[in-house]
């Protein structure tokens, strides 16, 4: 007796194959987000607050030098996935060698730039002000080995590097203050941590060869625009926060930026969704029903954020700061709601670089300017001040995001694809 697939087999088929996708990099992902924080705690308790203000700053700049491991990882992905005929191991190895030479590059600049940072941010330590070239290198060799195994949809080795990535900064950037209570030996950590997942990256990609140097060119070319991009989406998702800072009284700046850890949780929650679809999205571009999913899935976790945030509000202060920060608990879900909003955009934006779309960062770019421009007439003159200030800023943040979302969205290029062709 032979067994026929029905068409509702063929069809669910696609789906629990992106279940399954999901679920392994969101677990990967959700190590990696719960260990980093682990190492927060850590230092929090282990520094005093002067020490603790400079990791703090220096994880900044590591935050905003990481866009370009960012920029590999979204080039290296959509080759790969792009790519057909021979010579995947011949691209995947001129992916790794940009990788390198733009870590090499990174960390040069970065040795340069050791006095400006610590006349900057204050640092007193040479040594930890000179160690954020080399955890930056580290992390730039990683994003290209993300893109290749992102691009092969090789999704539990992409899991294993995401979770090492956590671990080691847990583990080694954790030990290191056991060991020593220190600004310094934070910093050693966090470099010896940063190496952990390019080793195992390097281990899992051995055998890439063949890479032609005008390849490797390709890949930093398109590297460059896609790290523009996404330099543009992060100042964009971050500006809320300054602008608080510099228009809002201190009491109530504080209070925003309590309220932006919720956003900031809202906004990397649904990450994994954005990891295992863009290679599809990059395969077909201008997928119209395969973007649409997406776009409903970050929304889904959106709602169950904002509803959280709406039932849950003692405990949202709670995880916030405790009770110096309770005005903060009625509005949680306006800061839920930002970051939520600024999810779906950074879904959209990685649609766009999928597609290669150059005017993305432009169009960033202008709603940063006018989310500025309107927070200066409204906080700025005094029209709102206060908590309602702090609502009236949290809401134009997420209406700039959906604005920036919808008009991104009719910016791409369009492409109906049937029910059943959407495959993972």
């Avoid at 006349?119 to 007193?124: A, F, G, M, N, T």
Wanted: one cysteine or more; a neutral charge.
């Amino acid at each position: 007796m032979t067994s026929e697939t029905t068409p509702e087999q063929q069809s669910a088929a696609p789906k629990l194959a992106f279940l399954r996708s999901a679920t392994v990099v969101a677990v990967g992902m959700a190590i990696m987000n719960v260990a980093a924080y682990g190492f927060t705690l850590i230092a929090v308790h282990r520094l005093v607050p002067a020490q603790f203000g400079a990791v703090t700053a220096l994880l900044g700049l590591l935050l905003i030098g990481n866009v370009a491991s960012l920029g590999l990882q979204a080039s290296g992905a959509r080759r790969i996935a792009t790519h057909t005929g021979p010579g995947e191991a011949a691209l995947a190895d001129s992916m790794l060698k940009a990788g390198r030479r733009a870590a090499l590059a990174l960390t040069a600049l970065s040795l340069l730039l050791t006095p400006l940072f610590m006349w900057l941010l204050h640092i007193d330590s040479l040594v930890a002000a000179l160690l954020v070239a080399p955890t930056l290198g580290c992390l730039t060799i990683m994003g290209s080995q993300l893109g290749v195994l992102q691009g092969g949809h090789n999704w539990t080795e992409l899991a294993a590097v995401y979770t090492s990535t956590g671990i080691g900064r847990l583990v080694f950037g954790g030990g290191a203050l056991f060991v020593h209570q220190s600004l310094t030996a934070a910093m050693i950590g966090l470099a010896l941590g940063a190496a952990v997942p390019a080793l195992l990256g390097g281990f899992l990609l051995r055998g890439s060869t063949g890479g032609t140097p005008e390849q490797v060119k390709e890949v930093l070319r398109e590297t460059v625009h896609g790290t523009h991009t996404l330099l543009a989406f992060f100042v964009i998702a971050n500006a809320d926060v300054l602008l608080a800072r510099g228009l809002l009284d201190e009491q109530h700046s504080g209070y925003y930026a309590a309220g932006v850890i919720v956003a900031k949780a809202c906004l990397f929650l649904p990450q994994f969704v954005i990891v295992v679809v863009f290679p599809s999205l990059a395969t077909n571009p201008g997928d119209t029903l395969r973007l649409r999913r997406a776009i409903q899935a970050v929304g889904a976790l959106g709602i169950c954020c904002v509803l959280g945030a709406l039932i849950l509000p003692d405990l949202v202060v709670k995880i916030v700061g405790g009770s110096d920060y309770a005005p903060v608990g009625p509005i949680a879900w306006l800061f839920a709601l930002a970051g939520s909003s600024y999810a779906v955009l950074q879904l959209v934006v990685y649609a766009a670089i999928a597609q290669q779309e150059k005017r993305a960062a432009l169009l960033i770019w202008v709603g940063l300017v006018s989310l500025a421009v309107a927070t200066f007439i409204i906080l700025g003159t005094d029209i709102a001040t206060g908590m309602t200030g702090v609502k009236v800023l949290v809401a134009m943040t997420s209406t700039c995001a959906l604005a920036l979302s919808a008009a991104l969205a009719s910016g791409l290029h369009r492409q109906t694809v049937p029910d059943g062709a959407a495959t993972e």
